[in-house]
């Protein structure tokens, strides 16, 4: 009898490890001990063992699926980079490592332009095709250990780790002239798309909110002078 319930739990040891060594501990206990048990009394032992497991299981199971609607709730479905929730968990993980480390970074915003437009004259389609050729092309210009999010409609944003302000400023330039006048084909059309962009510093010390709002503004003020400059060469 001691075999064939050995034999049982192994069947669930692929199920749930911890299962299977509580139950060879049991069988080793029970033959040391020289116990008597009755087929009823190994069976009983076997559907025990088989409720935990299975137990067990299920609650494997449910963690995993919070886990996957946790990880939905900061991923944006259309391009599936984070979302401004998942903007708002990285860059305060990001700003507790700065302050550990001391180390500086930047916030930067890219928002495009006359996105509507594109919408209007091309189709929602077509807009979607833009938003996921932009997510893919600043995450193929940014590094491992930087971020890229979309926080509205047609609004991203990059955490940039360990540069200065400077830097930083620099290198969301360069994002902006990496995406303007990119062309995304849809269809028979080609859409060029242009953008505006805003950076903030932060350091530990540094609000999220703060780091956020800084950011916003510089994209705006950066929008203002390009419609300005836009409508004076008209």
Request: proline share 2%.
């Amino acid at each position: 009898m001691i075999e064939q319930a050995v034999s049982a739990k192994s069947k669930r040891a692929d199920i749930n490890p911890y299962v299977s060594t509580l139950a060879g501990k049991l069988m080793r206990t029970a033959a040391d001990a020289e116990l008597k048990f009755d087929s009823t009394g190994w069976q009983l032992i076997t559907e025990v063992l088989s409720y935990a497991a299975a137990a067990e299981q299920r609650m494997s199971e449910q963690q995993d699926r919070i886990t996957f609607l946790e990880q939905l709730s900061v991923t944006d479905e259309l391009t599936g980079i984070p979302n401004r929730r998942g903007l708002r968990m990285a860059l305060g993980q990001t700003l507790a490592a700065s302050a550990r480390h001391r180390e500086t970074g930047a916030l930067g915003f890219i928002d495009l332009d006359a996105f509507k437009e594109i919408n209007d004259i091309h189709g929602h389609l077509a807009g979607d095709t833009v938003l996921r050729f932009i997510a893919k092309k600043l995450k193929s210009h940014i590094r491992p250990t930087d971020m890229v999010a979309r926080i509205a409609g047609d609004e991203f944003a990059v955490v940039l780790t360990r540069c200065d302000a400077d830097q930083g400023h620099k290198r969301i330039k360069k994002l902006q002239e990496d995406v303007d006048g990119s062309i995304v084909k849809y269809g028979d059309a080609e859409i060029e798309v242009h953008c505006s962009v805003g950076s903030a510093s932060f350091d530990g010390k540094s609000d999220p909110a703060d780091v956020i709002e800084d950011a916003d503004r510089s994209m705006y003020r950066d929008k203002h002078q390009r419609q300005t400059q836009l409508a004076e060469s008209a």
